[in-house]
């Protein structure tokens, strides 16, 4: 797996709303109510959300 180019603190892998939902395999719908219920952890950076993924009950790969 490759580091993500959004990672510039070295604090975790920070991915796009559409990436993060790509390696979930969920609906970007599904990652931004995670990220509304606080399940994801997110940031801003240069007027784009950014998603850390998670392994969470449900969407595993």
Do not use: F, K
Request: proline share 3%; glycine share 6%; hydrophobic share 40%.
């Amino acid at each position: 797996m490759t580091a993500s180019p959004w990672d510039d603190d070295g604090t975790g892998e920070w991915l796009t709303v559409e990436d993060c939902a790509r390696r979930m395999r969920v609906s970007q719908d599904q990652v931004l109510d995670m990220v509304r219920r606080r399940v994801l952890r997110t940031r801003h950076q240069w007027g784009v959300t950014l998603v850390q993924p998670a392994i969470v009950s449900g969407a595993v790969e």
